[in-house]
């Protein structure tokens, strides 16, 4: 069979590979002058291949569509994508929260692999040349896909792989051409948000303050206050920007705020509340008890003067701040009672969440083509024959972590599991 893939980044090389050793002739069309551009900027650069936790797991990671991966996930595991590339030549090792990267840390050597697997196999690769049209025919009101049209250049195909991507990162050549593709064809998107995404606050003068502040092991919490319910908790590292908060923690939280129901009307009544704990390992009693000893040390410093064993430099004068505790006060005279609202401060930290920052900026897409159309034992489109999918055009996405790169190999390797 003639298979034409559309899309040059992880799920369509995933996919070129897989139809290629299934015994069919390969075309592989990307956009842009190179491939995998989206995947060299993943992991900052240093590739986040997947996590080692079970695949089981993957789906809890998976906060949209996650059962829908069942069978992809079966058919390609993570110890697949591991064994692929040490195949070709790259070691790969753990790191903390399970993410796997490559030892030299660098994703261009994770491309390289991809490249030359497809070098090895034949797959014919033909940069910058963008589809613009998917070609069907209709028999017995069944459409069936039989080719692409690139410019004035008309492709025969048997089967026709989508991995176009979503409309994040759009310098990468991400720039949601797929969904045109598939609505002139029938196919329903579900509406693009950003995922992945930093969170801009109302606090944006205090945000700015705190510009840079890299926090590890702190706890956070997304709360409706208005609902008094915890949309998702986390613990590990967040940051401080210019418009709100970022970092890996937050970017798991955007993840699983995207879908809470009605959230821009609650963004908007200001009901989003980050709760920070910076002290997560301690009790309020603990931390009551180290804030004592360290005031025994200093105890005729001024208050403000007082917490550099506590916290960040560029914490300190907020936390004076929002204390209410008088900043010139000597720490022996400081009560019980500004104790504990210090202690309350420390652990309960809010920052008001204002909204999203633009798709542009975020990791990955959230929607895309509705997973109630494709079959997703084999990837294929339930409305035109032929016609698969592949990676994040498809209404699935998962925290950081690995977890969706895994996404794209798992349903490229599944699309192509072609054979007549």
């Not at 903390?96 to 660098?106: A, E, L, Q, S, Y």
């Not at 990955?364 to 034992?377: F, H, R, V, Y």
Request: proline letters at 3%; one cysteine or more.
């Amino acid at each position: 069979m003639k298979v034409v893939i559309i899309g040059g980044g992880p799920a369509g090389m995933m996919a070129a590979i897989s139809a290629r050793q299934n015994g069919n002739e390969v075309i592989l069309f990307e956009k842009m002058k190179s491939l995998g551009r989206k995947l060299l900027i993943t992991g900052k650069g240093r590739c986040n291949i997947t996590s080692s936790l079970d695949m089981g797991e993957f789906i809890k990671n998976t906060p949209c569509n996650g059962m829908f991966l069942h069978s992809c996930y079966q058919n390609y595991t993570n110890q697949d994508i591991i064994r692929f590339l040490e195949e070709q030549g790259l070691k790969v090792k753990e790191e903390r929260g399970n993410r796997i990267f490559p030892v030299t840390d660098k994703s261009e050597d994770v491309l390289k692999c991809f490249i030359k697997k497809l070098k090895q196999l034949g797959v014919v690769v033909k940069q910058e040349t963008q589809i613009t049209k998917i070609l069907v025919k209709s028999e017995d009101n069944i459409k069936r896909v039989i080719g692409v049209k690139s410019n004035n250049e008309v492709i025969e195909a048997d089967r026709v792989i989508l991995a176009t991507g979503g409309k994040s990162y759009p310098l990468t050549g991400s720039t949601g051409d797929g969904y045109k593709l598939v609505e002139e064809l029938g196919h329903s998107v579900i509406p693009i948000k950003p995922s992945l995404v930093p969170l801009t606050s109302y606090e944006k003068d205090m945000c700015q303050q705190l510009q840079g502040l890299s926090l590890k092991n702190v706890g956070i919490q997304l709360v409706d206050i208005e609902n008094n319910k915890i949309i998702y908790k986390d613990f590990g590292e967040m940051l401080f920007t210019h418009f709100g908060v970022s970092g890996p923690t937050i970017l798991s939280a955007s993840a699983h705020l995207v879908h809470y129901p009605k959230i821009k009307e609650k963004l908007k009544q200001k009901s989003i509340k980050l709760i920070i704990d910076f002290k997560p390992a301690l009790t309020e009693e603990k931390l009551d008890q180290r804030i004592l000893r360290d005031f025994k040390e200093i105890k005729n410093k001024q208050f403000k003067n007082s917490l550099d064993k506590l916290l960040p430099q560029k914490l300190i004068p907020i936390i004076v701040s929002k204390s209410e505790i008088d900043s010139s006060k000597q720490v022996n005279s400081i009560t019980k009672e500004e104790r504990r609202k210090l202690i309350k401060l420390l652990k309960n930290f809010v920052v008001v969440i204002k909204d999203f920052r633009p798709i542009e900026e975020a990791i990955i897409t959230s929607g895309g083509i509705n997973t109630k159309e494709i079959n997703p034992k084999t990837m294929e489109s339930k409305r035109v024959k032929g016609l698969y999918f592949a990676g994040e055009i498809i209404d699935v996405d998962s925290y950081t972590g690995g977890f969706n790169l895994q996404i794209a190999y798992s349903t490229g390797y599944t699309a192509g599991l072609l054979k007549e």
